[in-house]
Structures are given as C-alpha cells and as structure tokens.
Nanobody
Framework: QVQLVESGGGLVQAGGSLRLTCAAS????????MGWFRQTPGKEREFVAA????????QYADSVKGRFTISRDNAKNTVYLQMNSLKPEDTAGYYC????????????????WGQGTQVTVSS
C-alpha cells in the first residue's frame, strides 16, 4: 500500500526556481527506482528525470538536463526535484512515480504514481 504525495509546485517567473518534494509511505521505498514526469492536458506524459534505488545513478530528459536535479533521501522516504532556470514550456502537472525496474522509468512506465503538483512558469 504505497502512496506518493507531491508538493512544492506553484507559480514562478521565467528564470526562477522551485523544489518539488515527493513523500512516500511504507518501508519498501528504497527498493524502487523513482522518477519525475510531467503532463499537460491533451499531451502525453513526458519523462523528466529518474534516480536509482540507492541514488547512485540519475537520468534526465534532454529538455531539462543541466537545469533540473533529482535526488532522494531513503531514510526520509523522500524524492526531490530541484528545478532551476525555469522556462514557460516547463509549465505542467508534475508527478512522481516508482518502479522496481529502473529502465522502465524513462519509458513513462511505473508501478506507483502520485497525484501531482502544478508548476506554472510565467514569461
């Protein structure tokens, strides 16, 4: 019974920063790779970033590479997404997700999904 709850979204100006947090329930958090995804109504879900269960490896979409950083704290059952140099095209609902098979995450496939948090970047 894993639950993922995102927070930290909001409205920022272009060039600003936000830090998203994903809090997970349960004792099995460390057994999952975790990822962040985003989606705009009418568009397909887009992979943003992923991190392995131990936090030793990360992967990013080309569109956010160099601007976003994913991290995790398994002791706190928490995953973070630091977003810098935000652009209007980053506007979307952001979702965290987990899956025991890391390679599935860049394919937008995951076993558990949160409800999302809205990020809006104004020009």
């Amino acid at each position: 019974q894993v639950q993922l709850v995102e927070s930290g979204g909001g409205l920022v100006q272009a060039g600003g920063s936000l830090r998203l947090t994903c809090a997970a329930s349960g004792r099995t958090f460390s057994s999952y790779g975790m990822g962040w995804f985003r989606q705009t109504p009418g568009k397909e879900r887009e992979f943003v970033a992923a991190i392995t269960r131990s936090g030793g490896n990360t992967q990013y979409a080309d569109s956010v590479k160099g601007r976003f950083t994913i991290s995790r704290d398994n002791a706190k059952n928490t995953v973070y997404l630091q977003m810098n140099s935000l652009k209007p095209e980053d506007t979307a609902g952001y979702y965290c997700a987990g899956d025991p098979i890391f390679v599935r995450l860049p394919q937008s496939k995951a076993a558990y999904w949160g409800q999302g948090t809205q990020v809006t970047v104004s020009s």
